[in-house]
């Protein structure tokens, strides 16, 4: 790996570092002083509900522009249009893997604070190896379009978020809750399943440019995504047996409504 980095880069990096952390802060202050304001349960929480509340705040607003900014890249611009793929990168990816370095560093750092309280074993885990592959992308200048690719991935966080938020405010009988649940299992499916099966797929028949990646990067590619699609589908049958349950309920409780 190259370790000959341009001026631009040692100013860009940690910039979009300190950047994501203190968009952590900012919109955690932000949902603090709205919620208080704006709903009325938040006040009724304990403090370590308001805290989970808060960070969800900043998960959700990181994962709409994560999402948003990789969707572009992969998929508007031309960055990646040509055969050549491995090498290709731009300011605006570089960017991007700051600011979600900063993002899961932040959100790292509270859940071991409140451990176990924000996440178990699974989200240590998870943050671990997504910081551990962002920052090799970042550093290396390689497979910016497959780090991109499970950094849309983050476009379910929203959906996670606001059932959190529906349970925690007693709305689980609401229809938002029973809706935003199938929107849930229809964009795992899509953003977490399939396109991890695109993923894979792109890499095979891409292998050669995947096999030119430095050793420690072409290993890292072969097994931080596997591991990263098994946890993805862990939580994809979680999310299946929740739906079955909320929809049996649903049906019992319209039966019972009839009866009566």
């Not at 522009?65 to 992969?74: D, E, K, N």
């Not at 991935?153 to 199938?182: C, D, I, M, S």
Request: aromatic share 18%.
């Amino acid at each position: 790996m190259d370790w000959d980095f341009s001026t631009e880069e040692r100013i860009l990096w940690p910039a979009s570092v300190l950047a994501g952390i203190v968009m952590c802060a900012a919109v955690y202050e932000i949902a603090r002083k709205v919620s208080s304001h704006c709903f009325k349960c938040y006040d009724n929480l304990s403090s370590m509900k308001k805290v989970e509340w808060n960070n969800r705040g900043f998960s959700t607003f990181h994962a709409l522009v994560a999402a948003a900014v990789s969707f572009y890249l992969v998929v508007i611009s031309d960055l990646f249009q040509s055969d050549i793929i491995i090498d290709r990168k731009s300011w605006l990816s570089d960017a991007m893997f700051g600011v979600s370095i900063g993002y899961f560093l932040t959100d790292l750092v509270m859940i071991l604070w409140y451990f176990p309280s924000l996440g178990g074993k699974e989200y240590l885990l998870h943050h671990g190896l997504s910081m551990y592959a962002i920052c090799l992308a970042l550093l290396s200048g390689k497979a910016h379009m497959y780090i991109l690719m499970v950094l849309f991935t983050e476009a379910t966080t929203p959906f996670v978020n606001l059932r959190w938020y529906l349970e925690v405010a007693g709305q689980k009988t609401h229809n938002l809750y029973l809706y935003n649940g199938l929107a849930l299992f229809v964009g795992w499916l899509a953003a977490r399943v399939i396109l991890f099966i695109y993923f894979f797929t792109h890499m095979y028949f891409h292998f050669d440019q995947v096999k030119s990646i430095f050793t420690l990067g072409f290993y890292s590619t072969l097994t931080v995504p596997p591991a990263l699609a098994v946890m993805n589908l862990f939580w994809f049958w979680k999310i299946f047996k929740g739906m079955l349950k909320t929809l049996s309920k649903r049906k019992k409780h319209s039966e019972n409504g009839k009866a009566e």
